[in-house]
């Protein structure tokens, strides 16, 4: 089998296209001993109630921006039940709703969270087994870092035998006119394209494909989500 990698960084209850790329992994690396970024999808994502989008941000400290995304603390102990409770006000008429309790009822009461990126690795695991992803997930540390950024996916992707680096567009910016290097080691790069996905119905219109998958937890059976994101099948 033509073994598949994935090199990303983790992101906060992701969209639908990230647990695409997931599941298109045999194996999936979070990437997370990069520099953590401002306003980006870290520690943040939106949510589609009756009432519109909606942000859901987990407050981190301004200086956090000096640290690798697995070294950023969440120190504020208050964003668990805000959340929670955006959640369930904005879900709770939703049809799969007990879903999405469940979910929240685990990461968000249950348990405690004081690292930005266990939490989301933690999230993006558990949904991913929820919808029949059956991809293994590594930590980039586990590899060697000492290398430009180029060299340190490749010694990621040599590791594991990788035939193929499947990466999103937005690394076109760097491995572009790089992927000599890939070859002389065997290795195809692609990069992602996200199709149009299949809509569904959502608590708002119109509709809304960019949002976190929570809105599709609240409102689709876990058996069916997989058939709007890699299956297709409706």
Not at 15 to 31: I, N, P, R, S, T
Not at 110 to 117: Q, R
Not at 130 to 147: L, P, Q, S, Y
Not at 196 to 220: C, H, K, R, W
């Amino acid at each position: 089998m033509t073994k598949k990698v994935v090199i990303l960084q983790s992101n906060y209850i992701p969209w639908k296209g990230y647990f695409d790329l997931v599941q298109e992994a045999d194996v999936f690396v979070f990437y997370d001993c990069v520099q953590y970024t401002k306003n980006d999808w870290r520690n943040r994502n939106q949510i589609y109630t009756k009432n519109g989008k909606q942000w859901l941000t987990i407050p981190i400290p301004s200086k956090a921006t000096r640290y690798a995304i697995d070294e950023v603390e969440i120190k504020d102990k208050k964003w668990q039940q805000q959340h929670l409770k955006s959640l369930y006000l904005g879900y709770k008429n939703a049809p799969y709703f007990q879903q999405l309790e469940e979910l929240m009822t685990d990461y968000l009461q249950e348990k405690t969270w004081t690292s930005l990126s266990a939490l989301n690795r933690y999230l993006i695991e558990k949904i991913s087994k929820n919808i029949g992803c059956k991809t293994v997930f590594r930590d980039a540390r586990e590899f060697d870092m000492d290398a430009d950024r180029v060299q340190r996916l490749l010694n990621i992707l040599v590791s594991l035998e990788a035939k193929t680096y499947i990466s999103g567009q937005a690394a076109k910016i760097y491995l572009t006119g790089e992927e000599q290097r890939l070859e002389d080691r065997g290795i195809t790069l692609a990069f992602k394209s996200y199709p149009e996905y299949p809509t569904y119905s959502q608590l708002s219109e119109p509709f809304e494909q960019g949002v976190s998958i929570v809105d599709m937890i609240a409102n689709l059976a876990w058996d069916d989500i997989k058939n709007y994101i890699w299956n297709l099948e409706v």
